[in-house]
């Protein structure tokens, strides 16, 4: 996959005095200890560049033969970092969370989604919700209600954005289902003018997150940064109004994510701010955009899409029908093995410890790696190759297949993406026959992996 040159221009804007000021740094106390091996790149810019031009997984590929296969340093986003690698370095990531780590989210990050007032506050302040919450409100018995209503609207995105067209492109219309839907389930949100107020500023947003954290002008930093500041804004005059409308009415009003958000209580029984519901909010579209329209959008990219469907044309779809599309998910489970949308995570090490023979110093950041287990043909015979069957039976073994996580942060959305992928993918098979417009269509990694040209692919409507 190839990297991402637009996220690389800022680079070059960083004074070369920056450079020379940074040279000059002594050497700390950590340099002392058995670190891990690898290097920390350039001053200031670490090894960024190296990184967006090789692109996630060829940057960790390229130092795990190089430095060492279990675990390797380097220094992104300003920060001295371990990358833990294979099946072995994602068991010891899920299973110290809370002993050795606490979660960590770059501060760039954080100040293009946060209020200014939260960037300093840990991610329990910023969140104020209960552990639990994420996972009460995703699991699957409250997730059934919403698959007919994913089902319709994926009827009507395909009526409206797929129907008319022989050729579609598959990412581009992938974002809009996938933003519909969240601003529909969590916010209820249906006006396609009122959406588009918040999807112009999200976009902003999602493009610039990721990138060179220079906060001038033109820059793509810059954009998230601004965009940010319009999401949020729209979102709290969202909040307020719904606050208002459901002010002496406690019951009965649970209709989407907003109103739980509002009904609910921290670890000291208060209700949650209107910035730190914002906070949630859109720390769900961010963990859910991005990843699962890159998800959809891959599911395609296979080709693999001979999967037999039984249902009837105008039921609306059941939790029956999704637990029956066993073998969808297994395409759907390939795609994410081969592409994964989400490249690991972050963590921060609260205390000293050895791993692997090396020393990871308190206050370093850490990253688990999808690929390095995903690629690894120890885990995955002839791993470039798509084969959905790698998932019947029991399936990988423990700790290699890792697109969600693990441990106690694993993704919490998971079951959404699930059926969220998973009723797409039935009403487009169900419709049309596709082909890919081109054939061997390159990747590049922006947020996640994104075809260069959106994914174009021919339209042929089945007969009946
Ligand atoms: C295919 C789609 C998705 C993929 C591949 C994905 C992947 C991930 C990954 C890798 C993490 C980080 C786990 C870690 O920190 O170790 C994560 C966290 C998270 N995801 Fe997802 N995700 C997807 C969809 C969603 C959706 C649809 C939602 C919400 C509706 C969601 C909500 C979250 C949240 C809230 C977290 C943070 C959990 C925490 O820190 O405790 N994700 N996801």
Redesign the pocket.
Known sequence: MEASLPYLVPLFLIPLSLYLFSSLRKKGSDDLKNLPPGSKGWPMVGENMEFALLGPQKFVKDRMSKYSPEVFQTSLLGEKMAIFCGAQGNKFLFTNENKLLT?WWPQSMKKALLFPEFIESDLKEVSALKRSF?HDI?KPEALKQYIPVMDELARDHLDNEWKANSVVKVLPTSKKYTFDLACRLFLSVVDPMHIKKLSDPFTLVTNGMFSVPIDLPGTAYNGAIKGGKMVRGELMRIIKERREELRGKHEGEERDLLSKMLLVTDEDGKFLSEMEISNNII??LV??FE??SS?LTLCFETEQMAIAETKGCDELLTWEDIEKMKYSWNVARES?RLT???QG?FRETTTDFTYAGFTIPKGWKTF?TVHSSHKNPKYFPEPEKFDPSRFEGSGPAPYTFV???GGP??????E??RL?VLVFMHNVVRRFKMEKAIPNEKMVFYASPTPVHGLPVHLRPHKN
């Open positions: 979660s994420h995703l720390g769900l963990a859910s990843t699962t998800a994410l994964p949308p989400a995570a688990w697109p969600f996580g942060r694993m993704c919490p959305g998971k959404y993406a969220e």
